[in-house]
Protein backbone atom coordinates (compact mmCIF):
# COMPACT_ATOMS: atom_id res chain seq x y z
CA UNK A 1 0.00 0.00 0.00
CA UNK A 2 1.61 3.11 -0.83
CA UNK A 3 1.88 5.72 1.96
CA UNK A 4 2.88 9.16 1.73
CA UNK A 5 4.76 11.16 4.45
CA UNK A 6 4.80 15.35 4.39
CA UNK A 7 7.36 17.41 5.75
CA UNK A 8 8.77 20.94 6.44
CA UNK A 9 5.94 22.85 7.05
CA UNK A 10 6.13 25.68 10.00
CA UNK A 11 5.85 29.07 10.80
CA UNK A 12 7.18 31.58 9.41
CA UNK A 13 7.21 35.57 8.59
CA UNK A 14 6.13 37.11 4.92
CA UNK A 15 8.57 37.03 2.63
CA UNK A 16 10.24 33.80 3.80
CA UNK A 17 10.69 30.11 2.49
CA UNK A 18 9.77 27.02 2.85
CA UNK A 19 10.78 23.43 1.99
CA UNK A 20 8.16 20.44 1.93
CA UNK A 21 9.14 16.82 1.09
CA UNK A 22 7.03 14.06 0.87
CA UNK A 23 8.23 10.69 0.54
CA UNK A 24 6.39 8.22 -0.98
CA UNK A 25 6.97 4.19 0.36
CA UNK A 26 5.23 1.25 -0.98
CA UNK A 27 5.03 1.39 -4.28
CA UNK A 28 6.69 2.62 -7.17
CA UNK A 29 7.75 6.64 -7.15
CA UNK A 30 8.94 7.09 -10.73
CA UNK A 31 5.57 5.68 -11.85
CA UNK A 32 3.31 8.20 -10.10
CA UNK A 33 2.32 11.46 -11.14
CA UNK A 34 2.64 14.19 -8.11
CA UNK A 35 0.86 17.03 -6.85
CA UNK A 36 0.70 19.43 -3.78
CA UNK A 37 -2.38 20.54 -2.91
CA UNK A 38 -3.59 23.15 0.07
CA UNK A 39 -6.41 23.53 2.00
CA UNK A 40 -7.40 26.93 3.80
CA UNK A 41 -9.48 27.28 6.70
CA UNK A 42 -13.02 27.72 5.67
CA UNK A 43 -12.29 26.96 1.67
CA UNK A 44 -11.77 24.28 -0.37
CA UNK A 45 -8.63 21.66 -0.79
CA UNK A 46 -6.95 23.11 -4.29
CA UNK A 47 -3.91 21.94 -6.57
CA UNK A 48 -0.60 24.47 -5.87
CA UNK A 49 1.49 22.34 -8.18
CA UNK A 50 1.78 19.26 -9.64
CA UNK A 51 5.00 17.01 -11.21
CA UNK A 52 4.53 14.77 -13.78
CA UNK A 53 6.62 11.20 -13.46
CA UNK A 54 9.20 12.58 -15.99
CA UNK A 55 9.74 15.95 -14.51
CA UNK A 56 9.18 17.42 -17.92
CA UNK A 57 5.96 18.59 -16.95
CA UNK A 58 5.06 20.65 -14.25
CA UNK A 59 1.85 22.72 -13.67
CA UNK A 60 1.49 25.53 -11.41
CA UNK A 61 -1.57 27.20 -9.90
CA UNK A 62 -1.80 31.31 -10.67
CA UNK A 63 -1.60 32.28 -7.48
CA UNK A 64 1.80 30.39 -6.50
CA UNK A 65 3.51 30.93 -10.49
CA UNK A 66 7.45 32.39 -10.12
CA UNK A 67 7.27 32.06 -6.44
CA UNK A 68 6.89 27.81 -6.05
CA UNK A 69 8.77 25.63 -7.49
CA UNK A 70 7.92 21.62 -7.47
CA UNK A 71 10.62 19.16 -8.11
CA UNK A 72 11.02 15.05 -7.80
CA UNK A 73 14.27 13.32 -6.96
CA UNK A 74 13.00 9.78 -8.14
CA UNK A 75 16.23 8.21 -6.74
CA UNK A 76 14.77 8.98 -3.30
CA UNK A 77 11.18 8.72 -3.91
CA UNK A 78 10.46 12.18 -2.55
CA UNK A 79 8.57 15.15 -3.56
CA UNK A 80 9.85 18.90 -2.93
CA UNK A 81 7.66 22.21 -2.85
CA UNK A 82 10.17 24.86 -2.74
CA UNK A 83 8.30 28.26 -1.49
CA UNK A 84 9.42 31.63 -1.61
CA UNK A 85 8.01 34.98 -1.08
CA UNK A 86 6.07 33.49 1.00
CA UNK A 87 2.21 35.56 1.62
CA UNK A 88 -0.41 35.53 4.23
CA UNK A 89 -2.42 33.97 1.82
CA UNK A 90 -0.42 31.07 1.71
CA UNK A 91 -1.46 29.74 5.21
CA UNK A 92 -2.94 26.19 5.04
CA UNK A 93 -2.73 22.53 5.46
CA UNK A 94 -0.57 21.51 2.64
CA UNK A 95 -1.19 17.75 1.43
CA UNK A 96 0.67 15.72 -0.79
CA UNK A 97 -0.96 13.68 -3.66
CA UNK A 98 0.37 10.38 -5.71
CA UNK A 99 -1.40 9.12 -8.82
CA UNK A 100 -0.80 5.86 -10.38
CA UNK A 101 -1.06 4.50 -13.78
CA UNK A 102 -2.81 4.56 -15.79
CA UNK A 103 -2.51 8.14 -16.71
CA UNK A 104 -5.32 10.07 -17.41
CA UNK A 105 -6.10 13.76 -17.43
CA UNK A 106 -4.02 16.79 -16.46
CA UNK A 107 -4.01 15.98 -13.00
CA UNK A 108 -5.43 19.69 -11.48
CA UNK A 109 -7.87 17.81 -9.59
CA UNK A 110 -7.59 15.86 -6.24
CA UNK A 111 -10.23 13.27 -7.60
CA UNK A 112 -7.38 12.81 -10.57
CA UNK A 113 -5.07 11.37 -7.39
CA UNK A 114 -5.18 7.99 -5.86
CA UNK A 115 -3.07 8.40 -2.43
CA UNK A 116 -2.77 11.40 -0.08
CA UNK A 117 -0.56 12.37 2.60
CA UNK A 118 -1.71 13.41 6.23
CA UNK A 119 -0.59 16.94 5.60
CA UNK A 120 1.58 19.51 7.04
CA UNK A 121 0.68 22.71 8.55
CA UNK A 122 2.23 25.92 7.05
CA UNK A 123 1.36 29.29 8.85
CA UNK A 124 2.58 32.75 7.40
CA UNK A 125 2.32 35.53 9.33
CA UNK A 126 2.19 39.27 8.56
Known amino acids: QVQLVESGGGLVQTGDSLRLSCALS????????MGWFRQASGKEREVVAR????????YYADSVKGRFTISRDNAKSTVYLQMNSLKPEDTALYYC???????????????????WGQGTQVTVSS
Open 97 to 115: AAAAPPYSGSYYASTDYDY
Open 51 to 58: IMWSSSST
Open 26 to 33: GGTFSRHV
